[in-house]
């Protein structure tokens, strides 16, 4: 394992991440913090790949991977972005910080800068196993792969065409992929993460570290930074209709829909 060069990109991601703090400083808007930060772990990933020690093949699929998975998501949240609000999340937390909001922001990215070197080593660990390509392990791993960015492209479809819609001002997305899960599109990114260790594993003792990837990026969404805080906004502003939707559909992991004994929103959204 290359240390210099695992060194040499978190510095990049920790530079990277401090330029998104400037940016959101400049603009008032945190959505292009989501943006730079897929960009930059993509760019990392793309780094690791290349300069791995891996077959031609696997570093060329693993790359191709996580640059794929980096344009997508960049592309929709800055599209999203550009003249949209503040992100409630962010807003949350700008409320709950006060005056302390722009150290205690530059910080938070920091730790969001740390966050990226561990996807960043998985894809590195990915790319560095020397194994013969492909293995049984490599095509589940390239399913799991394109099965998540297409969930997750899917997701993010239904939601915003779900958003241009009448009934998105008070009611809540319960539309394909959202009928099984109140948050398909964190599910699929999860999912995605998944796929690295796969490509990792059967490689050195430390390719057991790319296992980070899914565990952090599971209770990143589910317990801190992902689901909490959206759905406290959503039970704020939506109110009945959630808990409604909180009692019919599971939060991260798809399953069927559950009837409840109301429905407010009917199943028609």
Known sequence: MDIYLLVIIAIGLSVAMAGAWAIQ???GLSGWIDTIWSLTVGAGGI???ILADGSFGRRSIVLMLVALWSLRLASHIGLRTKGAKEDPRYAKFSEEWGDSAPWRL?????????????LVLAVYLAAANDKYL????????????????GGEAASDAQLARFRRSSCARTGVCEVGMWRYSRHPNYFFEWLFWCCFPLFALAGPIWSWLSLLAPIMMYWLLVHVSGI???????????????VALQQRVNAFFPGPHRKSSSNPNGDAL
């Open 106 to 118: 530059f910080v938070f990215l920091q730790v969001q800068a740390l966050a990226a070197f561990v």
């Open 134 to 149: 492909l293995r049984p392990l490599d095509f589940l791993a390239l399913a799991v792969g394109f099965v998540a960015l």
């Open 228 to 242: 909490p805080p959206l759905e406290d906004y959503m039970l704020r502003t939506r109110g009945a209709k959630f």
């Open 25 to 27: 400083r400049a603009t």
């Open 47 to 49: 780094a690791a790949a």
